[in-house]
């Protein structure tokens, strides 16, 4: 029996390369929402600026700096994480923009999205995906390997 689960065990070379390409998939995939998101932000009329009163109305602290914080860390952060450069650190403030719209936008609402686009899950799954990338680091495919190298 153990002589044919052995043709299905990896070695440490391929388990390790096929980590290292899935933190690859991961950070392009989140950092391409998270910088769609931040430039929607960013460049609507009035820039970030223009969501402070909405900011404000949901009851997050500070929202004349919240909000261009959020837009900007999504738009700037997602490009570096793509790329994997301060990768945990970068993920840390991400989490906290997915906290923040977790506990003052969608809380109480359900997971699944709704017909009017309530729903608590895009922030949930982006949260802990930032949240993996911060335990987990970017990987050898990465600004971060390479300099780690």
């Given at each position: 029996m153990t002589n044919?689960?052995?043709?299905?065990?990896?070695?440490?070379?391929?388990?390790?390369?096929?980590?290292?390409?899935?933190?690859l998939v991961l950070r392009v995939a989140v950092g391409?929402?998270?910088?769609?998101?931040?430039w929607g932000d960013a460049t609507q009329p009035g820039g970030a600026g223009a969501n402070?009163?909405?900011?404000?109305?949901?009851?997050?602290?500070?929202?004349?700096?919240?909000?261009?914080?959020?837009?900007?860390?999504?738009?700037?952060?997602?490009?570096v994480l793509i790329l994997g450069g301060l990768t945990r650190l970068v993920g840390l403030g991400l989490v906290s923009v997915m906290a923040g719209a977790l506990i003052w936008v969608h809380r109480g609402e359900p997971l699944v999205m709704g017909q009017d686009g309530s729903g608590s899950g895009f922030a949930f799954i982006m949260l802990a995906a930032s949240l993996a990338l911060v335990g987990t680091g970017a990987g050898r495919y990465s600004i971060d390997g390479a300099l780690r190298r």
């Open positions: 044919r689960l052995s043709r299905f065990t990896l070695d440490e070379d391929t388990r390790r390369t096929g980590t290292d390409l899935g933190l391409t929402v998270f910088v769609t998101h931040g402070v009163e909405n900011y404000r109305g949901a009851g997050i602290p500070l929202p004349e700096l919240s909000a261009w914080y959020g837009a900007y860390l999504q738009l700037i952060g997602g490009a």
